[in-house]
Every structure is written in C-alpha cells, then in structure tokens.
C-alpha cells in the first residue's frame, strides 16, 4: 500500500507539472497545492470540482497568504490512474471554462 500512495504522489504530481499546474514544493506528501492565486477562484473551482464528481478542499486566506489560495488534493494508495487523471483533467477543464488566470509554475 505504500508503494501503491507513492506511486499515485508521483503520477499525481509529474501530470499537474506537465499541465502547467503549481504544486509548490509538493514531493513525497499526500496532500498535494496546487496553486490558484485568488481566493474566490479557489472557492469557485472547489464548488465546481464537487459538482463534477472531485472533492477537493480550497485553503485561503488566514490559512495562507493573501493571493496563495490553493485546492489541496488528497491522494490516497486506493486511487487509480484513471481518477487522478480525471481530477486533473476537470480541473484543467474548469479553469479555462471560467477563465481563470493561474500563476505559472515558476511562481512559489
């Protein structure tokens, strides 16, 4: 089971690199930032995620700094390929049907 979270950490994170999403220095953990900026984006994309089948919680301001609003996914050893690419894939979906500027991945 292990090897099975590590796994889905690595997959999870090498995919949001590769759509130009922000993990911030997210590595080995299981709580994966994926960076939004704005909190109300933050909370809108959270809505938008849960009604497209993706629960994933938004932390904005007091618990990050002002324009750091980031979604936290949590990747578990039970999830597949499949359901990690969906998460990702909606998200990347519902950003550019909102119209959502993200910060690059330059930005930590």
Known sequence: MVQSLQNNIRTFVELSNEK????????ESAIIPILIGNDEDAALLSKLMLENGVFVPPAVFPAVPRNQARLRFCV????NS???HKAL????????????????????
């Open 82 to 84: 499949d359901q990690i």
């Open 89 to 108: 894939d909606t998200l990347e979906m519902l950003v550019e049907k909102q119209g959502i500027k993200l910060p690059g991945p330059e930005v930590k």
């Open 20 to 27: 130009g999403f922000n993990t911030l220095l997210a590595k």
């Open 76 to 79: 578990i050893s039970m999830h």
